[in-house]
Nanobody, 126 residues
Framework: QVRLEESGGGSVQAGGSLRLSCKASEYNIHNDCMAWFRQAPGNERSGVAHIDSAGRKSHADSVRGRFTISRDLAENTLYLQMNSLGPEDTGTYYC????????????????????WGQGTQVTVSS
């Protein structure tokens, strides 16, 4: 079954770090556009970062310099390294796959992504 499975969420204090992982199963991410989104209660799902098939990356202004998206093609896994976390980063984090090339240098809107993980909770306390 084609699926994405996130892990690595948790509770940390402000200033701490977490690394999220997103393992793809039953398909190959090599030619895929993938992204991380997050959603806080009462808010819409918003883009955090994306990476295209060539490895080019973009990050939302709110996380640039603190978060880094990456991938390990051998492990078929997407990552999000999150440093200097603050309470504003609290939310459920989702990885998503477009299942094709990005066609964009900015994070595509969530509506175009075809495959989603179940989400992993990140809670940052002050």
């Amino acid at each position: 079954q084609v699926r994405l499975e996130e892990s690595g969420g948790g509770s940390v204090q402000a200033g701490g770090s977490l690394r999220l992982s997103c393992k793809a199963s039953e398909y190959n991410i090599h030619n895929d556009c993938m992204a991380w989104f997050r959603q806080a209660p009462g808010n819409e799902r918003s883009g955090v970062a994306h990476i295209d098939s060539a490895g080019r990356k973009s990050h939302a202004d709110s996380v640039r310099g603190r978060f880094t998206i990456s991938r390990d093609l051998a492990e078929n896994t997407l990552y999000l390294q999150m440093n200097s976390l603050g309470p504003e980063d609290t939310g459920t984090y989702y990885c998503a796959s477009l299942r094709k090339e990005c066609g964009s240098t900015v994070i595509p809107s969530p509506g175009v992504f075809r495959l989603w993980g179940q989400g992993t909770q990140v809670t940052v306390s002050s």
